[in-house]
T-cell receptor
Framework: GENVEQHPSTLSVQEGDSAVIKCTYSDSASNYFPWYKQELGKRPQLIIDIRSNVGEKKDQRIAVTLNKTAKHFSLHITETQPEDSAVYFCAASRPSGGYQKVTFGIGTKLQVIP | KAGVTQTPRYLIKTRGQQVTLSCSPI?????VSWYQQTPGQGLQFLFE???????NKGNFPGRFSGRQFSNSRSEMNVSTLELGDSALYLC????????????????FGEGSRLTVL
């Protein structure tokens, strides 16, 4: 089955600095890579995603890059703000039994220090 | 539009008991999946249901089971509870998740926090 490794597990940055979270996946059939943000005590929510036919996608201060050859993808947050503090989960989605099966990484706890 | 609703939000059980958790998806969503969240283990996939049929299953023992009803509401059951089953159980619904057709954003509920003593 698919295995998604995510690192670092914790990350502290000063407000205004950039943060990068990296993930690798094992199954080359994975074709969709979403990122979810979970604020303390709240539900995970999708913040950005990328399909396997795209190398990079940006949405304001957030960007995701994908290297299919190396089987890794990364989340980049620029000009970090205190409200970016949360746990971030990467995921890899692949076809399985006619449906898409999602495997999540272990999560990265990001702390933005004011 | 109402979000995903999970009940109960909190519950305490003792070892050996069984528990049933409920999930009501967003109206119109036919896919419901379940995840176990524990510190250090992230979100671990339990199973997914679509049109009342289990479509995918994670690597959990047979003590973990689920079902989906005709109105897309889903329940999961854990029998013979163990201390290690203490976790936040998250349910997520999506519109449709056919392979290669739609990626299917997951909409999560707030979870049911289970404590096993």
């Amino acid at each position: 089955g698919e295995n998604v490794e995510q690192h670092p597990s914790t990350l502290s940055v000063q407000e205004g600095d950039s943060a990068v979270i990296k993930c690798t996946y094992s199954d080359s059939a994975s074709n969709y890579f979403p990122w979810y943000k979970q604020e303390l005590g709240k539900r995970p929510q999708l913040i950005i995603d990328i399909r396997s036919n795209v190398g990079e996608k940006k949405d304001q201060r957030i960007a995701v890059t994908l290297n299919k050859t190396a089987k890794h993808f990364s989340l980049h947050i620029t000009e970090t703000q205190p409200e970016d503090s949360a746990v971030y989960f990467c995921a890899a989605s692949r076809p399985s039994g006619g449906y898409q099966k999602v495997t999540f990484g272990i999560g990265t706890k990001l702390q933005v220090i004011p | 539009k109402a979000g995903v609703t999970q009940t109960p939000r909190y519950l305490i059980k003792t070892r050996g008991q069984q528990v049933t958790l409920s999930c009501s998806p967003i109206s119109g969503h036919r896919s419901v999946s379940w995840y176990q969240q524990t510190p250090g283990q992230g979100l671990q996939f339990l199973f997914e249901y679509f049109s009342e049929t289990q479509r995918n299953k994670g690597n959990f023992p047979g003590r973990f089971s689920g079902r989906q009803f005709s109105n897309s509401r889903s329940e999961m059951n854990v029998s013979t509870l163990e201390l290690g089953d203490s976790a936040l159980y998250l349910c997520a619904s999506s519109l449709h998740r056919l392979a290669g057709v739609n990626t299917g954003e997951l909409f999560f509920g707030e979870g049911s926090r289970l404590t096993v003593l």
